[in-house]
């Protein structure tokens, strides 16, 4: 299966200021996906990240707040934008790999304070 | 309005006997189920799935059993090892015509503690 690369593991960042999150996939993939897990929740899908278009976003989860890039087949970026500590979640990107196969990168986690 | 449901925060059972975790869901549009298992500070793992053409999948310690009419899986693992404690997330998605796969929909997970 698809093995993904997502950076940072962690950080905790301040209040009001932006965070990218980065998703490299060591194979060419069609679907790739970013959701978040808060706290003691279940996965929620932000965004689908559409090459080469703008991403499709979730109800609930708007482009201003959580631009998505994804240049290529390979790659894609999530910035959680003037983050407030409601944002302290770990992100998690994952990729549709040879049809259904639905594999998850280590995720992110993300502390606002 | 959730349309996977996972009604068991937690599980506890002793090392070598049998585990079942539950889900139900809503959308009879669903067409393949997963489960995933997740452990602290890592991203959900995939476990085992199934089509709904199926209702039955096994693969080792794991079998998943899809009930359509009752829109409810479980998830068996035999023998319970202490090492299966972690959090599982059953999925499940609907697949378009043309082929290509659609997000996965999450219920909210069941925490299994497998004691020694």
């Known amino acids: 299966s698809a093995v993904i690369s997502q950076k940072p593991s962690r950080d905790i960042c301040q209040r009001g200021t932006s965070l990218t999150i980065q998703c490299q996939v060591d194979s060419q993939v069609t679907m790739m996906f970013w959701y978040r897990q808060q706290p003691g929740q279940s996965l929620t899908l932000i965004a689908t990240a559409n090459q080469g278009s703008e991403a499709t976003y979730e109800s609930g989860f708007v482009i201003d707040k959580f631009p998505i890039s994804r240049p290529n087949l390979t790659f894609s970026t999530l910035t959680v934008s003037n983050m407030s500590p409601e944002d302290s979640s770990i992100y998690l990107c994952?990729?549709?790999?040879?049809?259904?196969?639905?594999?998850f990168g280590s995720g992110t986690r993300l502390t606002v304070v | 309005d959730q349309q996977v449901k996972q009604n068991s925060p937690s599980l506890s059972v002793q090392e070598g006997r049998i585990s079942i975790l539950n889900c139900d869901y809503t959308?009879?549009?669903?067409?393949?189920f997963l489960w995933y298992k997740k452990y602290p500070a890592e991203g959900p793992t995939f476990l085992i799935s199934?089509?709904?053409?199926?209702d039955k999948n096994e693969d080792g310690r794991f079998t998943v059993f899809l009930n359509k009419s009752a829109k409810h899986l479980s998830l068996h693992i035999v023998p319970s090892q202490p090492g299966d404690s972690a959090v599982y997330f059953c999925?499940?998605?609907?697949?378009?015509?043309?082929?290509?796969?659609?997000?996965?929909?999450f219920g909210s997970g069941t925490q299994l503690t497998v004691l020694p």
């Open positions: 959308n009879s549009m669903f067409d393949y």
């Open positions: 199934i089509s709904s053409i199926k």
């Open positions: 999925a499940a998605t609907l697949h378009l015509s043309s082929g290509s796969a659609r997000q996965l929909t």
């Open positions: 994952s990729v549709v790999d040879r049809g259904y196969g639905y594999t």
